[in-house]
């Protein structure tokens, strides 16, 4: 993977042709302000290109409370209010 220094004025010129040669070629962009880089547009990791959410996280949560445990007070369901008028 190569890295393109660019200038910070020059990235706001050429943005969206700089972010497709990240995302195509696979180049990193670092950002600069006065020479010195100030941020780094890099490509995304494979796994992360296309998968949802979901399936990445999937099997990295904890369930803390029984499966039929609501974490939500019967008083917080719109359905179970009584319409005062």
């Known amino acids: 993977m190569t890295t393109l220094a660019v ?3 020059e990235f706001k010129t050429h943005c969206l042709d700089l972010i497709r040669q990240v995302e195509q070629v696979g180049d990193a962009v670092e950002l600069t302000r006065h020479g010195k880089v ?4 890099i490509p995304s990791t494979p796994a992360a290109r296309g998968t949802p959410a979901w399936q ?3 099997g990295q949560g904890k369930l803390l409370g029984a499966p039929e445990e609501s974490v939500l007070d019967s008083e917080q369901f719109e359905a179970m209010r009584v319409n005062k008028q």
């Open 7 to 9: 200038s910070v004025t």
């Open 38 to 41: 100030v941020a780094r547009l």
């Open 56 to 58: 990445r996280l999937r």
